[in-house]
Every structure is written in structure tokens, then in C-alpha cells.
């Protein structure tokens, strides 16, 4: 009865929301839910104090259930199990000990959120694909028992989970001398809390990704109880279903890490069809009261799920999900290309290999995905100038074709064209630019036939400086496709990669 208020922050102020009446007073909350306290072996007692509970945006009540009533697991991944993974525990060490477990590699902990599970789906999903990558000991931490019954009693119980994590990782340190050096937490929702909570506990872990933080009760509040950048030596996070006002999004909307990612904006993601989005505060009643959940990826939403979706497609595609800096995603939109000197971070798996990562924390970024799987795409700048014919009605198109036969095609301009005006446009093109065959050059025939036009197109893999030198920073190669002639009377022409000429502006 007491789980009533839906926190969310407003331009940096923090709105608590009674959704049950009648409403206590914020006295009345805090005065009713301060001082208690459960204690439990090996990871010591929890109370509701402040910050816990009774501060903005936190007003929830209760305490974390047991670690045996949640029934947590920690289930091991390496390249000797495959598919056949083994359970391991911290309170039986020769468990882990006669596992695959290796102490010469990294290890990663994947941790899922509210009402979900990490016995099957996309947690599983995950460490199997790191493991294509890379040789790594990769950890599938399962509470589902946890999460699964109100949002508040899940909220309470990742202080446990976060516990759990922490013993497990300096149990590791006691039987192998483990470095924290060597672990990287990847959290979703109210799992990149638990990360959080987990950093908290453990000096010096290498790295914690949060895929889209759950924002209802952390939003606003103090460091301390959610995930922020001194958790780890390294926190990268990406925002897929941001609130904002008034929508309710589940996801955070402040920074929180030293990257912050904004795919799309951060808040509603394409692809997305309003039956399956299931956002906004209806939503959230429902998750607060009495929602018991039977498949989780369904409750945060589609928005909210994109956060691990792009994750799992970035180990594929690591440049498809090049981020630019950029102070808000309308300016991103219209600007903010190409990067910096200092180059631009990949969102996703390969973001820690950005050399300018821990400059500062709360760094944002931003970048458009596709609407479907692998969602990758490449930023490019398009210019095109026309001539022949002060002014004319019609419409320019790109169309990209890759090496397997695949095309996508984008439009320029459209309307009324003039002549030598030039038309800028940003494409976020599907096809990586290493993989592109040829690029043609279209218009409305009819309308153009007598036109002439001059056209260039440059492509960019990540990075940037094509522009100007043409070198590109991440040690990645610049590839221009360029056409710098004048085409008369034709209807379409293809651009060829690696020309030489840079193209006309
Ligand atoms: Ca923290």
C-alpha cells in the first residue's frame, strides 16, 4: 500500500507523483519508513535511511528480501561450455574453482533487470556472442525471483543483488587474487544499478555499462544509490528510453556515466510500433502496484529492450554506432559532424577503446540507429550542386548499393531546386561505406531531362578529418566516394570508392 509514488525529475527537480489515494504527506511517507533494518550473513544489514529511502525521488518504502528467497545464480560462460554452462557460487568456492573459470581472462557479469530473467534470452544471448569475440569468463547473474514482483520490491532488492556481485568478485580476488582490473559489469535497467551497486562496494572494478538505467526512484538521487562514474574506472551508458516531461520514459534522462549515448535522442527509438512501446505513466502504475510480470522484455518496452538490443549488435558492428558530441539531439540533428581532433567513441561493446573516454564524466553523445536489426548505421554529409536551370520542380536521391546486392536509397532534396544552390544533407546510411559497391545518383527524370548537374558525396567511415586531410582518427581507414565531373543529360550516375578527387562543394 505504501509503494505510491512515482518519482521523475523535471528540468532537475524532482516531482513525486501520487498515483493511490488518499495520498500520505512527504512527512507522513518519511517519518513512517525510517529506521528499519534487515541484516544478512556474509553481506551485512540495509536500511532505509536516507538516501535509501526518504530523500527526493525516493520515496519507497520496505527492505531488501533475502538472498535465498530471491534464489540468485551466477551461471558461467567460456568457450569450453558453449551452450553447456555451468552454476557457480561464491558460498561453495570449489565450484568455482572446478569450473571452466579461468583467471587468466576477463570476466564480464551481464545482469538483468526488473522482471526479467538470466537463465534464458537476451542474457544468454549476450555472453554467448562475447564469447565469439573474445575469450573471456562471461557471467550470467539471474534473480529473477527477485525481480518479479512489484517495481518498489525489486527497487529495494538490487541492494542485494549488487551485495551478491561484490562477494562473488572478492571471493575471486581471495582464491585467485583476481583483479577488479580485469571485470566488467553490463547491467540493464535496474541491473546497471545493481552494477552500480556492486562498484560501490568493490574499489577499482575496469568497467560498468548501463544499458538504459531504470530512471523511476534513481533519477535525481545521490550518486550513492544509482549508477554514476565513480563506480567504476570506466562507465559508459546508453539511454534508449529517457524521461521527459511529460512522458514518463523508464529509462534516466540526466547523464550518468563518463559516456553518456543518446541513440535517436535517447527517448523513443524507431521501430518501435505503439502496441509494443507500452510507455508512459499508465505503464509505470501498473509496473509500481501490482504488476506481476511473465516475460520481462515486454515490460520495459521496446524502447527500453533497444538498450541491450544495440549493445549485442555494436559487438558485430562496432562502427555502425559512431556517437557525436553534441550538446542536445536538435543540434546534433543539424550539426555536431564531423568529429573532433580527439575522434568520436563507438556506442556500445567498443566504447572503452575511445583514447579521450575518462576526460570527463557526463560526456554526451548522440547518433541515429536503424529501425531494425543490426540497426547500424554510417553518418554522412552529402553535398550536391546543381546548374543549367534557374529553378525547377523535382527530386534528388542516393541510392547505396552494397557488395552482396542490397540497396538503400535516401533523398536529398526535394521541391523546388535551384540552380548552384548547394544541398546539404545528413545521411544516416545502412550500409557500412566498406562494404558499398557503388553509390548512384538520381532524379526525377521527366523534370530533369535537360538539366545538368555537378554532384559529390563523401563517405566517412568512423572517424573523421576525411574532410580536410583526409586521415581519419581511430586508426581507421577515410574512404571518399566522389564524382566531380559534370553529368549532363543522363539519369543517373554511379560514384566509385576510392576516387581520388575530393568532390565538389
Ligand atoms: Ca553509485
Redesign the pocket.
Same mark, same amino acid.
Given at each position: 500500500m505504501l509503494n505510491v509514488y512515482i518519482p521523475f525529475a523535471l528540468g532537475g527537480w524532482n516531482v513525486d507523483y501520487c498515483i493511490l489515494s488518499p495520498c500520505p504527506t512527504y512527512k507522513e511517507v518519511v517519518s513512517s519508513t525510517l529506521g528499519k533494518e534487515v541484516c544478512y550473513p556474509r553481506l551485512g544489514c540495509f536500511t532505509d535511511d536516507p538516501p535509501w529511502s526518504g530523500v527526493p525521488g525516493r520515496l519507497l518504502t520496505g527492505l531488501p528480501d533475502s538472498p535465498e528467497h530471491m534464489n540468485i545464480s551466477f551461471t558461467l560462460y567460456t568457450r569450453e561450455t558453449g551452450n553447456n554452462s555451468q552454476v557457480i557460487s561464491a558460498i561453495n568456492s570449489s565450484t568455482i574453482q572446478n569450473s571452466h573459470f579461468s583467471s587468466r581472462r576477463k570476466t564480464s557479469f551481464i545482469i538483468h533487470g526488473f522482471g526479467s530473467t538470466g537463465k534464458k534470452g537476451w542474457v544468454v544471448e549476450m555472453c554467448l556472442l562475447l564469447l565469439e569475440v573474445e575469450n573471456i569468463n562471461c557471467i550470467a547473474v539471474d534473480w529473477h525471483e527477485g525481480a518479479k514482483g512489484t517495481y518498489v520490491s525489486a527497487v529495494n532488492n538490487i541492494r542485494v543483488i549488487g551485495a551478491e556481485v561484490a562477494y562473488f568478485i572478492k571471493t575471486l580476488q581471495k582464491i585467485f587474487r583476481y583483479s577488479p582490473r580485469e571485470i566488467h559489469l553490463i547491467g540493464h535497467s535496474l541491473g546497471a544499478h545493481t552494477a /552500480? =551497486?556492486a /562498484? *560501490?562496494r568493490i574499489q577499482g572494478i575496469r568497467r560498468i555499462t548501463g544499458l538504459d538505467p531504470a530512471g523511476p526512484y534513481f533519477e535525481g538521487t545521490p550518486? =550513492?544509490? *544509482?549508477? @554514476?562514474p565513480? @563506480?567504476a574506472d570506466f562507465v559508459d551508458i546508453i539511454h534508449s528510453n529517457a524521461a521527459h516531461f511529460p512522458a514518463i520514459g523508464l529509462g534516466m534522462y540526466n547523464t550518468t556515466g563518463h559516456l553518456d549515448f543518446y541513440p535517436n535522442g535517447g527517448s523513443v527509438m524507431p521501430g518501435c510500433k505503439c502496441n509494443s512501446c507500452t510507455r508512459g505513466q499508465e505503464v509505470i502504475s501498473q509496473m509500481l502496484i501490482n504488476f506481476v510480470p511473465t516475460d520481462a522484455t515486454i515490460i520495459g518496452g521496446c524502447h527500453h529492450s533497444r538498450s541491450h538490443e544495440f549493445y549485442f549488435e555494436s559487438i558485430l558492428h562496432p562502427t555502425g554506432y559512431l556517437g557525436y558530441p553534441c550538446e542536445t539531439y536538435k543540434s546534433f540533428e543539424g550539426d555536431c559532424f564531423p568529429c573532433s581532433q580527439e575522434g568520436c567513441p563507438m556506442m556500445g561493446h567498443y566504447a572503452d577503446r575511445f583514447p579521450a573516454k575518462l576526460k570527463r564524466v557526463n560526456q554526451k553523445y548522440f547518433l541515429n540507429t536503424a529501425a531494425d536489426p543490426p540497426f547500424a548505421t554510417w553518418r554522412q554529409k552529402v553535398f550536391i550542386k546543381l546548374s543549367g536551370v534557374k529553378k525547377m520542380r523535382g527530386d534528388i536521391n542516393l541510392v547505396f548499393h552494397d557488395t552482396e546486392g542490397n540497396t538503400k536509397e535516401y533523398e536529398i532534396a526535394s521541391g523546388v531546386l535551384s540552380q548552384d544552390q548547394v544541398y546539404t544533407k545528413y545521411l544516416d546510411v545502412e550500409i557500412n561505406p566498406q562494404n558499398t559497391k557503388k553509390i548512384e545518383f538520381l532524379w526525377n527524370k521527366t523534370i530533369f531531362t535537360l538539366l545538368w548537374a555537378r554532384l559529390g558525396a563523401e563517405t566517412y567511415k568512423p572517424g573523421n578529418n576525411c574532410l580536410e586531410r583526409n586521415t581519419a582518427v581511430n586508426n581507421l581507414e577515410c574512404i571518399l566516394f566522389c564524382h566531380c565531373k559534370t553529368i549532363t543529360n543522363q539519369d543517373k550516375v554511379s560514384l566509385i570508392p576510392r576516387c581520388i578527387t575530393r568532390s565538389i562543394v
Amino acid at each position: 500500500m505504501l509503494n505510491v509514488y512515482i518519482p521523475f525529475a523535471l528540468g532537475g527537480w524532482n516531482v513525486d507523483y501520487c498515483i493511490l489515494s488518499p495520498c500520505p504527506t512527504y512527512k507522513e511517507v518519511v517519518s513512517s519508513t525510517l529506521g528499519k533494518e534487515v541484516c544478512y550473513p556474509r553481506l551485512g544489514c540495509f536500511t532505509d535511511d536516507p538516501p535509501w529511502s526518504g530523500v527526493p525521488g525516493r520515496l519507497l518504502t520496505g527492505l531488501p528480501d533475502s538472498p535465498e528467497h530471491m534464489n540468485i545464480s551466477f551461471t558461467l560462460y567460456t568457450r569450453e561450455t558453449g551452450n553447456n554452462s555451468q552454476v557457480i557460487s561464491a558460498i561453495n568456492s570449489s565450484t568455482i574453482q572446478n569450473s571452466h573459470f579461468s583467471s587468466r581472462r576477463k570476466t564480464s557479469f551481464i545482469i538483468h533487470g526488473f522482471g526479467s530473467t538470466g537463465k534464458k534470452g537476451w542474457v544468454v544471448e549476450m555472453c554467448l556472442l562475447l564469447l565469439e569475440v573474445e575469450n573471456i569468463n562471461c557471467i550470467a547473474v539471474d534473480w529473477h525471483e527477485g525481480a518479479k514482483g512489484t517495481y518498489v520490491s525489486a527497487v529495494n532488492n538490487i541492494r542485494v543483488i549488487g551485495a551478491e556481485v561484490a562477494y562473488f568478485i572478492k571471493t575471486l580476488q581471495k582464491i585467485f587474487r583476481y583483479s577488479p582490473r580485469e571485470i566488467h559489469l553490463i547491467g540493464h535497467s535496474l541491473g546497471a544499478h545493481t552494477a /552500480g =551497486e556492486a /562498484g *560501490r562496494r568493490i574499489q577499482g572494478i575496469r568497467r560498468i555499462t548501463g544499458l538504459d538505467p531504470a530512471g523511476p526512484y534513481f533519477e535525481g538521487t545521490p550518486p =550513492e544509490v *544509482r549508477l @554514476d562514474p565513480s @563506480d567504476a574506472d570506466f562507465v559508459d551508458i546508453i539511454h534508449s528510453n529517457a524521461a521527459h516531461f511529460p512522458a514518463i520514459g523508464l529509462g534516466m534522462y540526466n547523464t550518468t556515466g563518463h559516456l553518456d549515448f543518446y541513440p535517436n535522442g535517447g527517448s523513443v527509438m524507431p521501430g518501435c510500433k505503439c502496441n509494443s512501446c507500452t510507455r508512459g505513466q499508465e505503464v509505470i502504475s501498473q509496473m509500481l502496484i501490482n504488476f506481476v510480470p511473465t516475460d520481462a522484455t515486454i515490460i520495459g518496452g521496446c524502447h527500453h529492450s533497444r538498450s541491450h538490443e544495440f549493445y549485442f549488435e555494436s559487438i558485430l558492428h562496432p562502427t555502425g554506432y559512431l556517437g557525436y558530441p553534441c550538446e542536445t539531439y536538435k543540434s546534433f540533428e543539424g550539426d555536431c559532424f564531423p568529429c573532433s581532433q580527439e575522434g568520436c567513441p563507438m556506442m556500445g561493446h567498443y566504447a572503452d577503446r575511445f583514447p579521450a573516454k575518462l576526460k570527463r564524466v557526463n560526456q554526451k553523445y548522440f547518433l541515429n540507429t536503424a529501425a531494425d536489426p543490426p540497426f547500424a548505421t554510417w553518418r554522412q554529409k552529402v553535398f550536391i550542386k546543381l546548374s543549367g536551370v534557374k529553378k525547377m520542380r523535382g527530386d534528388i536521391n542516393l541510392v547505396f548499393h552494397d557488395t552482396e546486392g542490397n540497396t538503400k536509397e535516401y533523398e536529398i532534396a526535394s521541391g523546388v531546386l535551384s540552380q548552384d544552390q548547394v544541398y546539404t544533407k545528413y545521411l544516416d546510411v545502412e550500409i557500412n561505406p566498406q562494404n558499398t559497391k557503388k553509390i548512384e545518383f538520381l532524379w526525377n527524370k521527366t523534370i530533369f531531362t535537360l538539366l545538368w548537374a555537378r554532384l559529390g558525396a563523401e563517405t566517412y567511415k568512423p572517424g573523421n578529418n576525411c574532410l580536410e586531410r583526409n586521415t581519419a582518427v581511430n586508426n581507421l581507414e577515410c574512404i571518399l566516394f566522389c564524382h566531380c565531373k559534370t553529368i549532363t543529360n543522363q539519369d543517373k550516375v554511379s560514384l566509385i570508392p576510392r576516387c581520388i578527387t575530393r568532390s565538389i562543394v
